[in-house]
Every structure is written in structure tokens, then in C-alpha cells.
């Protein structure tokens, strides 16, 4: 494997010990498109970090980078202290987007020979295997050939194919996908476990609420770049807080006092509803003008901006409106395969 | 480093000969050398029937008299100093004084080959063209016989038996060398092409990226490459062994063939060694070839090409053969492709070792370059985008 060193982007001066991944301007181009297009990444060590975009932004190119797949043109990366990942495949998890087991293989033959690959001896991946099997409730499916199971079953059995050999890195390229609602919620549970244990986590995903629920930083990627990459907290305090007002009256010297973007909705009963994002002055100068201008406040709230907001304000209404596509196409998919029509 | 990447072609080799061996596929495959010998015995019986009715056909002679018994006793006489034997002659017409015969008409008959007319002191002989110049001077012999009634008896010969000579011997080893040549070239036609869906399997179940992030590219390679030679080994060993069942049952005896210069035991381990590196050398390129297709049917396209360039390998070194120390000899024994053939035919003619090491380690210093380049033209190719339906939608790598 390539050692991921390419012009013009270098490794760091100084090389954090606290980081799991380190990526500094990875470019990637196939046949004259550029794919990945100078990607900074850094995970932390026992973090949850989702890469969000959606299908096409880049992010199966850059899981592979950071894995070695395949070497950036151009950049720098660094896995688990070394720019060699393929060196410590042994330490590293990768449930890749596109599932592919050995359909004539048993259930804990396939889990036994993803061990092997990760270097536990056949023997301790058998063993294990029927453990992990049980432990997720398929230990009845142990014997059973893969083509023979269902495409759920055959998804969980990768799954712990991935986590057999316990790595400290486990890469999910878009774990949600095709699991039904029971199986992501297990699946949410696992990843927080295995965060808890001290593994470092890190997924992509297009749907927006399995990284705001899950994950401590995210990368938003869109065209092949990260115009954000930090905690989810910061992302979100990257929009103002969005301020919902009803007023008795729509009406009144008190107007002057809201935001010029205010938008107004006035329903039948004359009453009225503004939005608007909280001004830098703060809430109090606000709720003072409207009292003296006796505006009849009936409610008032607050609301931090969400992941999605915080989404189409970085990445753009496009990239967003292309995130929701795709979540509503691996519903219809997750709902084909809750009916089981997945089978191979 | 190595150690890890023996490890991982290991572990690839053994889930590669497992799932072969012990598929139902397999039982096919080891069946597979007994169609072309049942075809092979069925036609030899419709060409050996088809031969019969040819060979029936005799030399017909029309004569004045008894000269036509006459020829037919100088047949008789001269036949055992014939050891490639004399056409069947049949006297068709005792012709009286002043009769003629019409011997184009007599070739009417199917049985007759050619018709002798004439006498036997001016036989004429009426055939084809290329039955009569076959036949023209044996015509001629048995007339000469016919005509000299008082003929001397052949002298006695006295023989003096050796065991072998110079020229036997060498002739005896080129044969040898052929028969190396052939079978390792069967072998290498029948084993190797199964190397070229291998990565196709992978590729369709999507394990391919799994395995991408695991092990290095040319540990996979190797792996599948060894694991393809072992079955090729456990193919043989079933053929070799049914071959002596057969054998030791009386069915047929095993083909005489000179010793090898080398000895046979050295030669059946050169072989053994040779078949080996031409499997890992033409499976390696046909792996790399394989690893470019998508699709069965893809592999089946390129499969062509592949059987060509055996074809065309075996030729040039069985060329070379036949001109020992030319150039073409040396070109042959050095081009890595037909050098294991070259070399087990050096083997049978020529005494010595030394050669035959450096032949192996130029070969395996080629196995390794080709699976080294093959596995990085692979991954280069292999992990190009990401699923099939993000392309559709973005023509953009995912």
C-alpha cells in the first residue's frame, strides 16, 4: 500500500496523540473528476464521528483513503499513529457500503475467516464467532449458509464479522442503511457501546438524524469537500438561535423592535406568529419593546438551530436537498427489507 | 512484514481450496480429462472402421495367362523383406492371347485401387496419380521377381545387438523431451484457465473491498494463485492415480519413453517444479487479465486470447526443440512464459542441474513481479467508485 504522502500537503509539525485519524487536504481524482477534493479530518481517540453528505459527496472515497484502499493523490493521512493503515489492518474494523459475504460459507465460517483476514487464528474465530452469534440472538443461524439467510441476518453477521477481532477503529460506511427501524436502533446501541469500551467510531451516513443523535463531531462533505468538520454543538452555533413569538396583534410601534428577516404568519383570530433568528443584542431588549408596546405576547421560544439547518447553511439548500433523497430512497429500501425480499 | 503477507495469502489459499475442492463442481472437474478420452476411443473406433474399408482396397491385375500368378507369388515371396509391408493384390482376369481389357472401366469398382495390365516384362500400372507413385516401384519389384524364375535366395544376416547408441539415445530423449513439453502443456491449458473468473466471485459477492481493507493486494493474489496450484495438484494426483488403476488393471501399458539425461527421478521433480511455475506464471498473468473483468461473461471473452497465448508458447518452445543451441533455443528457455517448457526439455537432453535452479528463480523472480504489478494494476482499477447506484445518480464517486 502507498504510504499516502503526496504533494503538496504534509504531515503536521506536531502529531496529536489524542487523535485516532488525522487527514490533512486529501485529494483524490478518478479519470479527471475529482472525487475527493482536499478533505482535513481528525478524529479523536474514543470518539463517534459521522462524515455526512450525501450519495456521491465523496465520503465511501474518503473512508477508503483513510483506510487504504486506495492512496490520495495528493495529502496527508495518519490512522492510529501510523500514514500505513493497511499496517494495522489487524486494529481496524470496516464494515464497507456495498455488504459482501462467501454465500456457500456457514454463518460462523464467514465471521471465523473476517477474523483471519484481521489475523485471529481460525480456530479462537470460531469460538468467537458462535459467542458474538449468540450474544445478537443468531446463534441459531451459526450453521446456516449465508445465501440462506436473510439480508438483515446476513447484514449482522458482517457486522460482527467486523468487531470479531475487537479493533480500536471501526469504520461503518452507511451502517443504517438497509436495516429497519429495530435494527438501527440495535445497531445505535452497539456503536455507543463500543465508543464506551473506548473504541474510536467512525461512520458515514446521509441521514441527518442518526449523526445529530450519535455522534460528538461530525464532517459535513458535499462535492468532494468539508466545509465544516468539528463538534456537533459548534456546527449548530453556526446559525443563530431561531426565535418562534405569537402575538395577540399584528401590529404596533413594537414591530420596529424585530429583525428585519422577521416572517410573519397571521391566522384568522388577528393573532400572529413571527420568526426569526434571536438578534446579537439578546432576547431581553426584544421582550422589553414588545411589553411597552403592549404586543400581547401569548408565547415565546427559543430553539438552538438543528443538524439540518446547521446542514443546508454549510453544505447548501443543493447538498440538503439531495441528503433528503436519499433517506427517503433507503426507506423504501429498509421497508423491502423488513419484508424480506432482500434474500441471496 | 512478509511473514504478515504469507499469513493473509494463507488465509485467502485456504478458503479458496476448501470452497473448490469441496463443491460439487469439482467432482465435474475431475471427470473433465475422461470426455476427451471417451471421445477420443469412440472416434478412433468410427476411423479405425472408416481405415478397415480404405485398406480393403487391392491392386487388380488383368494379365495374359498365369503371368498375373506369378506376380502374385513374387508378392508372396518378397513380402516377408518388406517390413513396411506390400498393397493386397488380386488377380482380377486371366486374359487370353489377343484379349484387351479396359482398365479405366475396371477402376469402376470400388475394391480396386489401381489394375496391372500389360506383361509382367512391361507391366502397366493405371491409378491415381498418387497411388501410382506409391505403388510404381513395388509394382516394379515383384515384375523383376516374377520375370527372374531362378532367383537367388536372400543372403542370411548375421546381427550384433547393442543396447543403445548415441543417436538412439538422443533421439529417444527428444521424444522424451516432447512428451515432457505436451503433458506439461495440457496440464498448464487444463488448470490454468480456471484461474481467470477467480477474482470474479469476489468482485460479484462485494467481498472485494473487505478483503482490500484487510490484507495487501498481492497476498491476496498469491493466495488465490496458490490456492488454484494446490487443487491443480489434487486434480493431478486423482488423474495420476486413475491412470495407474488403470494400468496396474491391464488396460493399457505406459508408453515406453528413453530415459531423461537428468534420470527420471530428477526429471519427474523438474517437471513437478516446471508445471508449477508455468501455472503460477500464466495463472498470475491470467489473474491479473481476470481481475480487469466484471462480469462471467466478460472472462469468458478474454479466455480466447488466454488459450491463444498458451498456444503460442508451446509452439515456440517446442520450436526450439528441434534447434538445440540457436538462438531461438535461448530465447525460448529465457522468455519467462516459455521458459518452463524450454527447461524440462533441456532437462531430458542435457546432464546438470545448475541451469535448472537459475531457471527456477528467474521464473519465480517473474511470478513475483507479475503478481506484484497485477495486484497494483487491480487495485487501482478495482476500487474505482463507489456503489453502482450512486454513480447512476451523481457520476460522481460516492
Redesign the interface.
Known amino acids: 500500500?502507498g504510504n499516502g504522502v503526496g504533494a503538496p500537503v504534509g504531515p503536521p509539525d506536531t502529531v496529536s496523540a489524542d487523535l485516532a485519524i488525522e487527514a490533512r487536504g486529501l485529494v483524490?481524482r478518478?479519470?479527471g473528476?475529482t472525487?475527493v477534493d482536499g478533505v482535513d479530518i481528525s478524529v479523536p481517540k474514543g470518539a463517534i464521528y459521522g462524515v455526512l453528505g450525501?450519495?456521491?459527496?465523496?465520503?465511501?472515497?474518503t473512508l477508503?483513503m483513510l483506510?487504504?484502499?486506495?492512496d490520495p493523490d495528493q495529502g496527508y493521512r495518519r490512522v492510529l499513529g501510523t500514514e500505513h493503515p493497511?499496517?494495522i489492518?489487524h486494529r481496524?474494523g470496516?464494515l464497507?457500503?456495498?455488504?459482501?459475504?462467501?454465500?456457500?460459507?456457514k454463518a460462523y465460517e464467514a465471521i471465523a475467516?473476517?477474523a483471519?483476514?484481521?489475523?485471529v487464528p481460525?480456530a479462537e474465530g470460531r469460538r468467537r464467532a458462535r459467542v458474538m452469534l449468540e450474544e445478537y440472538g443468531l446463534g441459531h443461524a451459526a450453521e446456516r449458509q449465508i445465501r440462506q439467510l436473510s439480508k438483515g441476518m446476513a447484514q449482522q453477521v458482517?457486522l460482527i464479522g467486523t468487531l470479531i477481532h475487537n479493533p480500536d477503529l471501526v469504520v461503518l460506511d452507511e451502517p443504517f442503511s438497509g436495516l429497519d427501524a429495530i435494527n438501527q436502533g440495535r445497531l445505535e446501541q452497539l456503536i455507543r457501546g463500543l465508543a464506551a469500551r473506548g473504541a474510536t467510531v467512525l461512520f458515514s451516513t446521509h441521514v441527518i438524524a442518526h449523526a445529530e443523535r450519535m455522534c460528538d463531531q461530525v464532517a459535513i462533505i458535499a462535492g468532494?469537500k468539508v466545509p465544516f468538520a468539528g463538534p456537533v454543538d459548534v456546527a449548530r452555533d453556526r446559525l443563530r438561535p431561531q426565535v418562534r413569538l405569537e402575538t395577540r396583534v399584528s401590529d404596533g410601534p413594537w414591530r420596529a423592535a424585530l429583525p428585519a428577516d422577521a416572517r410573519c404568519d397571521i391566522k384568522a383570530q388577528g393573532t400572529a406568529f413571527w420568526y426569526f433568528s434571536l438578534p446579537e443584542s439578546g432576547v431581553e431588549p426584544l421582550l422589553r419593546a414588545l411589553i411597552e408596546g403592549n404586543a400581547g405576547i401569548l408565547s415565546l421560544s427559543i430553539e438552538r438551530a438543528g443538524l439540518h439547518d446547521a446542514f443546508v447553511a454549510i453544505a447548501g439548500e443543493a447538498a440538503a436537498r439531495a441528503l433528503e433523497e436519499n433517506r427517503e430512497e433507503a426507506e423504501v429500501t429498509g421497508r423491502k427489507s423488513i419484508f424480506g425480499k432482500g434474500r441471496r | 512484514?512478509l511473514a504478515?503477507r504469507l499469513?493473509?495469502a494463507q488465509?485467502i489459499a485456504?478458503?479458496d481450496f476448501v470452497?473448490v475442492v469441496f463443491?460439487k463442481a469439482f467432482i465435474f472437474f475431475l471427470l473433465g480429462p475422461l470426455f476427451p478420452i471417451i471421445v477420443g476411443f469412440f472416434a478412433g473406433m468410427i476411423g479405425a472402421s472408416v481405415q478397415h474399408d480404405l485398406d480393403r482396397a487391392v491392386i487388380g491385375i488383368a494379365m495374359p495367362a498365369h503371368q498375373g500368378d506369378q506376380l502374385l507369388a513374387a508378392r508372396e515371396a518378397l513380402i516377408e523383406h518388406m517390413p513396411g509391408g506390400a498393397p493386397e493384390m488380386a488377380v482380377i482376369e486371366r486374359l487370353r492371347p489377343g484379349e484387351t481389357f479396359d482398365a479405366r472401366a475396371a477402376l469402376n469398382n470400388r475394391q480396386l485401387a489401381a489394375v496391372i495390365t500389360g506383361t509382367i516384362d512391361a507391366p502397366v500400372l493405371t491409378g491415381t496419380p498418387g497411388r501410382v507413385d506409391e505403388w510404381r516401384g513395388v509394382v516394379g519389384l515383384f515384375a523383376a521377381r516374377a520375370r527372374a524364375s531362378d532367383a537367388a535366395p536372400y543372403p542370411d544376416v548375421r546381427t550384433d545387438v547393442v543396447k543403445t547408441s548415441a543417436s538412439h539415445e538422443h533421439n529417444g530423449q527428444v521424444i522424451t523431451a516432447q512428451a515432457g513439453q505436451l503433458l506439461l502443456f495440457l496440464l498448464t491449458m487444463l488448470l490454468a484457465g480456471m484461474v481467470l473468473s477467480n477474482l470474479v466471485?469476489?468482485k460479484a459477492?462485494?467481498?472485494?473491498?473487505?478483503?482490500?481493507?484487510?490484507?495487501?493486494m498481492d497476498a491476496l493474489f498469491m493466495g488465490k494463485l496458490f490456492a488454484m496450484l494446490a487443487v491443480s495438484m489434487v486434480g493431478i494426483a486423482v488423474w495420476s492415480t486413475g491412470y495407474g488403476v488403470m494400468v496396474l488393471a491391464g488396460a493399457r501399458s505406459i508408453p515406453f519413453l528413453a530415459a531423461p539425461a537428468v534420470g527420471w527421478p530428477a526429471f519427474l521433480g523438474l517437471g513437478f517444479a516446471y508445471f508449477a511455475m508455468a501455472y503460477l506464471l500464466l495463472g498470475s498473468m491470467f489473474l491479473t487479465i481476470g481481475g480487469l473483468a466484471n462480469t462471467v461473461r466478460e472472462v469468458q471473452t478474454l479466455s480466447m486470447p488466454a488459450t491463444m497465448l498458451q498456444l503460442i508458447v508451446f509452439f515456440m518452445a517446442s520450436f526450439a526443440l528441434a534447434r538445440p543451441g540457436s538462438w531461438i533455443e535461448i530465447v525460448a528457455q529465457v522468455f519467462p512464459i516459455s521458459s518452463p517448457y524450454a527447461m524440462l526439455a533441456y532437462a531430458a537432453e542435457h546432464r546438470g542441474v545448475m541451469p535448472h535452479v537459475i531457471a527456477l528463480a528467474w521464473q519465480g523472480l517473474w511470478v513475483m513481479a507479475i503478481v506484484r504489478g497485477g495486484s497494483m494494476l487491480f487495485?487501482?482499477t478495482v476500487?474505482?467508485?463507489?456503489?453502482a447506484?450512486?454513480r447512476r445518480?451523481?457520476?460522481?464517486?460516492?
Open positions: 500500500m483524490k478518478f479519470d473528476t472525487a450525501p450519495n456521491g459527496a465523496g465520503k465511501t472515497t477508503r483506510l487504504g484502499i486506495i493497511t499496517d489492518a481496524i470496516y464497507p457500503e456495498e455488504r459482501g459475504l462467501y454465500p456457500a460459507m475467516f473476517l483471519a483476514l484481521r489475523g481460525l458482517q468532494g | 512484514m504478515e499469513r493473509a488465509v485456504r478458503r470452497a463443491s466471485e469476489e459477492n462485494k467481498i472485494i473491498e473487505v478483503l482490500a481493507a484487510s490484507i495487501p487495485r487501482r476500487m474505482k467508485s463507489g456503489p447506484r450512486s445518480r451523481t457520476a460522481v464517486p460516492a
